[in-house]
C-alpha cells in the first residue's frame, strides 16, 4: 500500500497515488532539465517574522498579511544560479484579498479544494539595490489535505509577465524566461480544512512557504516534456511486467 507524507507525516490508502505519480515525473523531469545543458532555476521561500496568510472566514476569501516593515516573505535556498546572491532578498503578494468558489471534496473527505477567482495578483522581489522583479500571478485553486494546505498544488504554471531590469545575475536570469509557476503551502493544525477556513467571521492566521521555478524557453521545454513522457512510459511498463 503507497503511503503520503506531508509534513512529517504519513497517510495510507488511495489518496497517495496521484502525489506519488506526481512526485516520479517531477523527479523525471528534472533529470531531462538537466540533460540539456540548462540547470532547473528554483526558489525556496517562507514567511518573515511578523507575516501570515489570512483567511476570513464565511467571506471565502484569503490574503498575505505584511510585518511592520512591509515584508511578507524571503528567499530561503536557490537552485540553477550558484551564486547565491537572491538569498536573504525579500517579497511580497499584492491584489488582495482573493477569493475561491464552492469547496469539493474528494478521496473519502481528505481533500477539499476550490478554485480561485481570477483576479488582479502579482509578486514582487526587491533585490537590495532599489530595482524589484514582477510577475503576474494566477493562483488557481486552494487545496487542504487535513490540516495542511497550499495554493496551486499541482505547480501548474501560473506566472506570467516576468520582469527585471536590475543588475541581481540571478534575479536577471530567473525572470528572463517567459513564465513560471509558484505554489504555497500552510499548516492551520489542528483544525484547518478548508470548511473550517470558510466558517465563522475568522481571520484564521498561518505561517506560510513556498517555491517558484522558473519554466524554460520552448525548445528546452519541448525536451523536458519527451523526458516526461519516456519516464511514464517506463514506469508504466514496469507496473504491467510479471513479478519474477
Known amino acids: 500500500?503507497?503511503?503520503?507524507?506531508?509534513?512529517?507525516?504519513?497517510?495510507?490508502?488511495?489518496?497517495?497515488?496521484?502525489?506519488?505519480?506526481?512526485?516520479?515525473?517531477?523527479?523525471?523531469?528534472?533529470?531531462?532539465?538537466?540533460?540539456?545543458?540548462?540547470?532547473?532555476?528554483?526558489y525556496n521561500?517562507?514567511?518573515?517574522?511578523?507575516?501570515?496568510?489570512?483567511f476570513?472566514?464565511?467571506?471565502?476569501?484569503?490574503?498575505?498579511?505584511?510585518?511592520?516593515?512591509?515584508?511578507?516573505?524571503?528567499?530561503?535556498?536557490?537552485?540553477?544560479?550558484?551564486s547565491g546572491s537572491v538569498l536573504g532578498l525579500l517579497g511580497t503578494?499584492?491584489?488582495?484579498?482573493?477569493?475561491?468558489?464552492?469547496?469539493?471534496?474528494?478521496?473519502?473527505?481528505?481533500?477539499?479544494?476550490?478554485?480561485?477567482v481570477a483576479s488582479a495578483a502579482s509578486l514582487s522581489i526587491k533585490d537590495g539595490a532599489s530595482q524589484i522583479a514582477t510577475a503576474d500571478v494566477l493562483w488557481g485553486t486552494v487545496?487542504?489535505?487535513?490540516?495542511?494546505?497550499?495554493?496551486?498544488?499541482?505547480?501548474?504554471?501560473?506566472?506570467?509577465?516576468?520582469?527585471y531590469t536590475g543588475a541581481n545575475s540571478d534575479l536577471a536570469a530567473f525572470f528572463s524566461n517567459p513564465s513560471g509557476a509558484l505554489d504555497v503551502t500552510f499548516n492551520f493544525n489542528p483544525n484547518g480544512t478548508l470548511t473550517q477556513l470558510t466558517t465563522g467571521t475568522g481571520p484564521y492566521l498561518s505561517s506560510f512557504s513556498g517555491s517558484l521555478s522558473a519554466v524554460p524557453e520552448p525548445s528546452t521545454w519541448s525536451i523536458l516534456s519527451l523526458g516526461l513522457a519516456f519516464g511514464t512510459l517506463l514506469v508504466y511498463r514496469r507496473s504491467k511486467s510479471p513479478a519474477r
Open 56 to 82: 476570513n472566514g464565511i467571506t471565502s476569501s484569503f490574503q498575505f498579511d505584511a510585518n511592520g516593515a512591509g515584508n511578507e516573505w524571503t528567499i530561503t535556498s536557490e537552485t540553477g544560479q550558484p
Open 143 to 163: 487545496s487542504t489535505f487535513q490540516s495542511f494546505g497550499g495554493l496551486n498544488a499541482s505547480l501548474t504554471v501560473n506566472l506570467s509577465n516576468l520582469s
Open 1 to 42: 500500500m503507497k503511503k503520503l507524507s506531508w509534513g512529517g507525516k504519513s497517510f495510507a490508502g488511495n489518496a497517495a497515488g496521484p502525489f506519488f505519480k506526481a512526485g516520479l515525473l517531477a523527479a523525471v523531469g528534472f533529470a531531462c532539465s538537466c540533460a540539456t545543458g540548462q540547470a532547473a532555476q528554483f
Open 93 to 116: 503578494f499584492t491584489g488582495g484579498p482573493w477569493t475561491y468558489g464552492p469547496i469539493t471534496t474528494t478521496a473519502g473527505g481528505l481533500i477539499q479544494s476550490a478554485n480561485i
Open 45 to 54: 521561500f517562507a514567511n518573515v517574522v511578523g507575516s501570515a496568510i489570512q
